[in-house]
């Protein structure tokens, strides 16, 4: 059988790899190479020009856009007509949402949100762990519009958002080292990590030990919230639910019938999860 070929570059297939059981496996190098674009692009998280996705990517400008031409074509990216950047297009859109919908904490979470926005009249996020932060992947919409930019795909701010600081406290230090150095790179002034400071790990002990973290006016002028942790059996973070309301309306006391609500929501997904061995849900890539 013959090799494929690179169109860019003109190389033939990747050479045979080592696989389980000792046996090999080939693969297609300009496969691979159309991978780290998109590799590049996903973990840029904001569309790049073609320069800077081939740089990125490690290729040169020219070999960079023959991959983009294909990736184009098949809808894996999309090139902006008026800045002329690259981003995910719908294919990938539609990829990345059918992971989601596997993961068996994500479906639990989905039903459990709405019904939570909907008894308690404020919007409700569902937040997983992605590569520059807890990223929102589902947002139920309730009562009166917020003045607010939250939608999916929002990262949320590990120190200035409740959300961020329920994974601080519940996250692995190895994982959450990886998304504090993305979110300190991108400040304006860069962030002392939480094992730094003693202030802000006896706050963290507190979300531990209340199971739920408030913010009030925070980060966002008028706008305040209150976000729990789901965890599984070995108390491992899945996901995050996090409520979100004008301040002076919302109820964020740790006592209060919102924190009473989204703590038994929160409750519920864990025990469906925790009656479903291996059930989980993985990380934004």
Not at 23 to 38: M, N
Not at 48 to 62: E, F, K, N, R, V
Not at 205 to 232: C, F, K
Not at 260 to 280: F, K, M
Request: proline share 7%; glycine share 10%; hydrophobic share 45%.
């Amino acid at each position: 059988m013959s090799k494929a070929a690179d169109p860019a570059t003109g190389k033939g297939a990747r050479g045979d790899e080592p696989a389980h059981g000792g046996k090999t496996q080939r693969g297609i190098q300009s496969v691979e190479v159309g991978g780290r674009v998109l590799l590049a692009l996903a973990q840029a998280r904001t569309p790049l020009a073609l320069s800077d996705l081939a740089g990125a990517a490690q290729i040169a400008p020219g070999q960079a856009h023959a991959y983009l031409v294909s990736l184009s074509r098949l809808g894996l990216i999309k090139r902006d007509e008026l800045s002329g950047r690259y981003e995910p297009g719908p294919l990938s859109l539609r990829l990345g949402l059918l992971h989601l919908d596997n993961q068996p904490a994500f479906r639990a979470a989905v039903p459990r949100a709405a019904a939570l926005a909907e008894t308690i009249g404020f919007s409700v996020a569902i937040c997983i762990a992605g590569p520059q932060g807890p990223t929102i992947v589902r947002y139920e919409h309730a009562g009166f519009p917020l003045h607010v930019n939250l939608h999916v795909g929002t990262v949320m701010s590990l120190p200035a958002t409740s959300t961020g600081r329920v994974f601080c406290a519940f996250l692995p230090r190895d994982k959450l080292a990886g998304m504090w150095a993305n979110q300190s790179g991108a400040a304006d002034d860069a962030m002392t990590p939480p094992d730094e400071s003693a202030a802000f790990a006896a706050a963290l002990n507190g979300i531990r030990q209340r199971g739920l973290e408030a913010s009030v006016d925070a980060p966002s002028p008028g706008i305040s919230s209150l976000s729990a942790p789901v965890l599984d059996g070995d108390g491992r973070l899945l996901l995050a639910l996090t409520v979100i309301g004008s301040t002076g309306v919302i109820d964020v006391t740790a006592d209060g019938p919102t924190a009473r609500a989204l703590l038994a929501a929160a409750h519920d997904i864990g025990a469906e999860l925790a009656a479903a061995p291996s059930l989980t849900v993985s990380s934004a890539s």
